[in-house]
């Protein structure tokens, strides 16, 4: 197993390979449009 | 009545009691029209909260509309819609005077009991154990509101129950931790834990003037709620922990912010914790199911470590004994500030309704099961084990 450097240079590095997600780029919903917008991100797994 | 009764470890049921009755002159009855299952519910049902008793009847999430008013009731009337704080206060003590009012000092009628466990007696709380009083909870279709003109809010006819009942708890709830946790503005903050308090500490850190907010969980379809209406980066821990570079929370944390550490880091995990991916995770566990320990703080001790030197810590999570393995060093010697509490949520109410009625926050989105009170055993059991995308349940009774 590789570990994860302290350094700062490799820290550096590390961050380039993003293991963190950025928010999701959606747009505004209105409250009607929640549950689609669940499931769009989804969110809602119904009947599992 | 029908209400939702604690029986036992793993053991909530739906069970035909008596109905609620004006016991003081400042009480009164409300018919609950809507209520929610807490985070915090899960806590007892898993039998980690002490002094509970068969049939207790469970929920602190309530609002409804007054039925009957006791004597002294002077703010409300029949037929006003209300939400019910899950803090019970007196509105007079030295506490409730500085608007500390779930440390009020004379709403718990077990205060000795409580006492001898922290030092201090909190406030009473509905439907959360003898300790805390043993009041009734609103997971029933009437509830007794304690000390009712300032225990209970009238909430305006334009204002949905679904918009209103987060007034109870997790609302203030998600605001005080993010105002805890001391943000300036364009501050990191990072928020471990993206249930609905989370959820709701993000969208607050935003409001107090967030640069940026990072939410930490493993329950995919939690950080996506957090990374669509949160705008969080989020950080998934079980595929970090699946990857093979040795990687964990903490580095990508210091990744992410250029070794500096997250500003502002907020546990809304609170006592259980996953109890896997570290080893103290698994130390926790080991120790709550022997009853060596009574919580498993992985969360609390992750916070510490990553937060930046001279950085606060929020604890909005529920702790319910002693905890062992804390990083006192790292918090001593990186200067940090720890601020927690149960939630004074009196002292909110006011503020976030009015956000709630200018559109600043639509506290609704967190919702993805409504259900009937009949259901609400399952949805228990479903909530817990995070099963169909759960991240919040509505109760109408």
């Known amino acids: 197993m590789k570990k994860a450097s302290k350094s700062p240079k490799q820290r550096d590095e590390n961050a380039k390979n993003k293991k963190w997600q950025t928010p999701m780029d959606l747009p505004h919903a209105t409250p009607s449009e929640y549950p689609q917008r669940h499931e769009q991100a989804n969110i809602t797994k119904k009947g599992k | 009545m029908k209400a939702l009764c604690w029986h036992g470890k793993n053991d909530v049921r739906i069970d035909t009691v008596e109905d609620p009755i004006i016991e003081s002159p400042t009480d009164a009855i409300i018919r609950v029209t809507t209520t929610c299952i807490c985070g915090s519910d899960l806590h007892l049902l898993d039998g980690f909260m002490p002094t509970m008793k068969a049939g207790d009847i469970l929920g602190h999430e309530c609002m409804g509309v007054v039925e009957e008013v006791g004597s002294s009731v002077t703010r409300l009337k029949k037929g006003d819609r209300v939400v019910v704080p899950f803090t019970i206060a007196c509105g007079e003590c030295y506490f409730c005077n500085r608007g500390l009012t779930s440390c009020c000092d004379r709403s718990n009628p077990n205060a000795e009991k409580a006492a001898k466990a922290m030092g201090h007696s909190p406030s009473g709380l509905y439907g959360y154990s003898h300790m805390l009083g043993g009041f009734s909870g609103g997971q029933a279709e009437y509830a ?18 679904e918009q209103a009942v987060f007034l109870t708890d997790i609302l203030p709830t998600g605001y005080m931790a993010a105002e805890n946790a001391q943000i300036e503005p364009g501050d990191t903050v990072a928020v471990w834990g993206c249930g609905p308090v989370g959820q709701f500490a993000i969208q607050s850190a935003w409001m107090l003037g967030a640069g940026r907010v990072i939410a930490i969980d493993n329950v995919p379809e939690r950080l996506n709620l ?16 699946k990857g093979d570079d040795g990687s964990n929370v903490h580095e990508v944390l210091q990744e992410m912010t250029s070794g500096r550490g997250p500003d502002r880091c907020i546990d809304a995990v609170g006592t259980e914790a996953a109890p896997h991916g570290s080893v103290d995770a698994v130390i926790d566990n080991l120790k709550v ?25 929020s604890v909005p999570g529920v702790y319910a004994g002693l905890i062992d393995k804390m990083p006192m060093g790292a918090f001593v010697n990186k200067g940090l500030t720890m601020k927690s509490g149960q939630t004074h949520v009196h002292r909110y109410v006011p503020l976030l309704m009015e956000k709630i009625q200018i559109g600043e926050i639509d506290p609704t989105f967190i919702i993805t099961h409504r259900a009937p009170l009949a259901d609400a055993p399952d949805l228990y059991k479903t909530f817990r084990d995070k099963e169909d995308g759960c991240v919040k349940v509505v109760l109408n009774p």
């Open chain 2, 289 to 313: 199911i022997t009853k060596l320990g009574t919580d498993r703080a992985h969360a609390l001790r992750s916070a510490i470590y990553s937060c930046r030197k001279a950085g606060t810590v």
């Open chain 2, 144 to 161: 007794r509101v304690i000390n009712a003109d300032f225990n209970a809010f009238r909430v305006p006819d334009e204002m949905s129950d």
């Open chain 2, 226 to 241: 957090a990374a669509t209406f949160g705008r969080a980066e989020t950080i998934n821990f079980d595929e970090i922990h």
